[in-house]
């Protein structure tokens, strides 16, 4: 290689390290309780959920709904005491059936994420 090849290819080089990459800092579901699709012998008493970031508890909800959209939930959803990215929220007496977990979360670098899942009750 010339020393004009070699003085491009720095000049390439340079240029590629000053262009920005976007953060991927999201708030992901790390792990539930009841886990997703799980089978619960007896109707958990709250659904707890572990986030990969911490979170704005404001801006932060989990929704439970049994199978006709009906909320069970108690409250809105708080942080765990000590842990930032731990969301939990209390649930009201649940007879057997399936229900669906409805989370969204801004994460405290501002970032929103959202999903859901199941978890069924009873046999």
């Known amino acids: 290689m010339n020393w004009k090849n070699s003085i ?4 390439l080089c ?10 991927l800092a999201h708030a992901h579901l790390d792990r539930a309780m009841p886990a997703p ?33 009906l909320a069970v939930h108690a409250g809105p959803a708080a942080l765990v005491s000590g842990n930032t990215a731990q969301l939990r929220v209390q649930l009201k007496a649940m007879p057997p ?12 670098d501002t970032h929103r994420s959202n999903g859901e899942f199941s978890f069924k009750v009873g046999p």
């Open 8 to 11: 491009i290819a720095a000049a």
């Open 14 to 23: 340079a240029a590629a390290a000053l262009i920005p990459v976007p953060a």
């Open 37 to 69: 699709n799980s089978v619960q012998a007896t109707a958990p008493k709250d659904v707890t959920i572990w986030f990969t970031e911490a979170l704005e508890a404001k801006f932060s909800s989990i929704v439970v709904q049994d199978a006709k959209g």
């Open 97 to 108: 059936g399936t229900y669906k977990v409805i989370w969204k979360v801004l994460s405290v």
